[in-house]
């Protein structure tokens, strides 16, 4: 197996640093635009043959360091019997939002035939790409509880912030229910064959510092002490969580995701110990000229000049509007200036 991308959440030197990207496999492909001609997101996830086509296209045609399995953090949801819909547009919904007692006895014990089809990619994935390392994830626990109690997607969630002051200890109990599945979830994705998990925070900044060390914080630390007994590495990726930095240290991960708002320098000062760190580039660079994507991709590799412990990535997922080319110019160039040194 290629281990430059391991080797660099590990923190060990590489010929140069890794990249891939956060969906990687989404609409900017011709590939993955005529799959969802014919199939709904959902659809493709849960059929591996067509998984596995989603997550081939980009890493055979930019050679990159590591797949994404193809799912949504919705999904593992369906394990405990809660039901949601995902928009084309509006992105994820729950036609019956979690709310009080009555919401949180919804939940059923973790069914793990629920999502074997994210398991079955996996493996089939490593079948035809076996030298290829695989990125299992899931959702942070607040970010489902967000979308959970909120009932849809929303720029600041007000009745899921509103429910976290009003009833506490009911939404720590959600917490705690998200936080077993995801456990469950992510070790059936690192039995599968997944060599790295990672787990998307999207919402966690919206919490100020005192309430995510009090709700969140406990149930993030006690999900990756859980998943120390399998052999993948663990990534955490948040945005907007700058503020968050300084309660972050010491989650027992082996590496960050960092948006684009943060220098990769300034975050590494920032932390006590010497984590590996992911990112950084703003996707929006990639809809500009090459001169451009050149100038931000070298600025942002300059910010960790030893290279040691960076895999590239983007600051959030690739946006539908990106060209190919200019993924393919991104590549070339981390794949140039990004060498040992």
Do not use: C
Not at 15 to 44: C, F, N
Not at 140 to 165: K, W
Not at 226 to 231: A, D, I, Q, S
Request: overall charge neutral; hydrophobic content about 45%.
């Amino acid at each position: 197996m290629s281990d430059r991308f391991l080797r660099a959440l590990r923190g060990e030197p590489t010929d140069t640093v890794p990249i891939w990207l956060m969906r990687q496999a989404g609409r900017y492909l011709p590939g993955y635009r005529e799959l969802r001609k014919a199939h709904s997101l959902l659809e493709i996830a849960g059929t591996p043959e067509l998984a596995v086509a989603a997550m081939l296209e980009p890493v055979r045609r930019f050679d990159l360091d590591a797949a994404v399995v193809f799912a949504d953090i919705m999904l593992p949801l369906r394990a405990v019997g809660i039901e949601f819909g995902i928009d084309p547009v509006r992105g994820p919904h729950v036609p019956e939002p979690v709310r009080g007692a009555a919401g949180l006895e919804r939940f059923r014990p973790f069914d793990g035939r629920a999502v074997e089809p994210v398991a079955e990619t996996i493996r089939r994935f490593r079948e035809v790409e076996p030298d290829r390392p695989v990125v299992g994830f899931a959702g942070g626990p607040f970010t489902l509880a967000a979308y959970l109690v909120e009932g849809r997607g929303s720029r600041d969630f007000p009745v899921a912030r509103e429910m976290l002051y009003a009833d506490p200890e009911g939404f720590g109990r959600l917490l705690d229910l998200l936080t077993e599945m995801t456990v469950r979830y992510l070790r059936l994705q690192a039995a599968a064959g997944a060599d790295a998990l990672q787990l998307f925070d999207t919402w966690v900044g919206l919490l100020p510092v005192p309430e995510f060390r009090r709700l969140v914080l406990p149930r993030l630390v006690r999900l990756f002490e859980e998943l120390r007994g399998t052999p993948a590495s663990t990534i955490y990726f948040s945005t907007g969580s700058d503020h968050l930095l300084g309660a972050l240290d010491g989650l027992g991960v082996d590496a960050f995701g960092v948006d684009w708002r943060t220098p990769l320098r300034e975050v590494r000062t920032r932390l006590a110990r010497p984590y590996a760190l992911q990112g950084n580039l703003d996707p929006a660079v990639l809809l500009g000229p090459a001169p451009e994507i050149r100038r931000a991709a070298r600025a942002v590799l300059d910010e960790l000049p030893d290279h040691r412990g960076h895999v590239f990535n983007l600051g959030h997922g690739v946006l539908p509007a990106t060209s190919p080319d200019a993924v393919e110019t991104l590549v070339r160039i981390v794949r140039e200036r990004g060498r040992a040194r």
